[in-house]
């Protein structure tokens, strides 16, 4: 799963409207920020095969970013973080820290069984991988969802619907371009930045997309 993390984030912003968008953007996908360094550092580990349904990753070593204690940990850093860094209210650092540990709970529908219980301990997850119809479908739908309650909430604070609308086609585009052949990355180190730097972008969008315009 990738774009479909988002749903969360855009969930995030139109059940609490004080919520930055671009800090609920991050916020769904902190876990894989921090997985981006890691396998850029070696400390986690990846291998890339093509026979796998569905993707390639094979996350054979990542207990530190996506074991469960570790997505807890990730997300009461979060939390912290928005009310310490971002000084949100309370109530928005709650959320945020629960976007941040819905990519544990999303990541468990779709990967393959590598998600640790406890580092070192049993790995789990349904492996709709395997199936990549419904899991396409899956993230679709929650992306629609989200979306579609994201814009109506942003009518009701007078905002257009361009941005909106455009961020929610970026985040569509970029669902089919994953799909799409191509040949393997280079190296885990060469994957890990570019997925950090996608994850990077989108948040950078997701603050031009919600910044106020001059009238």
């Given at each position: 799963m990738f774009v479909g993390h988002y749903a969360a984030a855009l969930a995030a912003?139109?059940?609490?409207?004080?919520?930055?968008?671009?800090?609920?953007?991050?916020a769904a996908q902190l876990?894989?920020?921090g997985w981006s360094v890691l396998i850029m550092t070696g400390v986690e580990k990846v291998r890339f095969d093509p026979s796998l349904p569905g993707?390639?990753?094979?996350l054979y070593h990542m207990p530190w970013?996506?074991?469960?204690?570790?997505?807890?940990?990730?997300?009461?850093?979060g939390?912290?973080?928005?009310?310490?860094?971002?000084k949100t209210p309370w109530r928005v650092a709650a959320i945020l820290g629960l976007t941040v540990f819905s990519h544990w709970l999303l990541d468990f529908l779709v990967h393959r069984p590598d998600l640790a219980l406890w580092p070192g301990g049993i790995k789990v997850g349904l492996g709709w991988w395997n199936w990549p119809v419904p899991e396409k479908m899956l993230e679709i739908t929650l992306?629609?969802?989200?979306?579609?309650?994201?814009?109506?909430?942003?009518?009701?604070?007078g905002?257009?619907?361009?941005?909106?609308?455009?961020?929610?086609?970026?985040?569509?585009?970029?669902?089919?371009?994953?799909?799409?052949?191509g040949p393997p990355p280079t190296s885990p180190a060469a994957f890990g930045t570019m997925a950090l730097v996608a994850y990077l972008s989108l948040a950078a969008v997701a603050w031009l997309a919600e910044r106020p315009r001059r009238a």
């Open positions: 912003r139109a059940v609490e409207p004080r919520t930055p968008l671009w800090a609920a953007v991050g876990v894989d920020i993707t390639p990753l094979d970013t996506h074991s469960l204690p570790a997505a807890v940990v990730w997300s009461v850093g939390a912290l973080l928005a009310r310490g860094l971002l992306i629609a969802v989200a979306g579609g309650a994201w814009l109506w909430r942003r009518g009701t604070e905002r257009g619907w361009a941005w909106g609308c455009a961020f929610l086609a970026l985040l569509g585009g970029l669902g089919i371009y994953a799909e799409l052949p």
